[in-house]
């Protein structure tokens, strides 16, 4: 049977943002299958409902280990002020997650 758990990254948003106004920092959170290490859900801290959908788009059915590939999805195809913190909120919960299951960094 699978396993599913939560793993969240955070990261400092520009000053000049407004999810560093309502929030104080910027956040991602992954519910991942750990036998596959599929991506199941995501959401982050963003201020629209569009943005958070397209960022779920993003991590849909990926694997959370891909995390090249995922942060090279984001500079691609996501171009809100928030880029640079998302990459790294993915990146800080990807290291957790690896910490969680056991698997050592790439």
Known sequence: MSTSIL???EAKAPSSNPITTRFGMFYVA???DTDSHRILDAECSA???LTN???KSLF???RITDEGR???QITTRYH???QRALIAALRNAVVKYRSIV???AD
Do not use: K, P
Request: a negative charge; hydrophobic letters at 55%; aromatic letters at 8%.
């Open 7 to 9: 793993a969240t990254g």
């Open 30 to 32: 992954f519910v991942v």
């Open 47 to 49: 201020t629209l409902a």
């Open 53 to 55: 959908t397209f960022v």
């Open 60 to 62: 849909a059915r990926e």
């Open 70 to 72: 995922l942060a090279e």
């Open 80 to 82: 809100g002020s928030s």
């Open 102 to 104: 056991g698997l050592a």
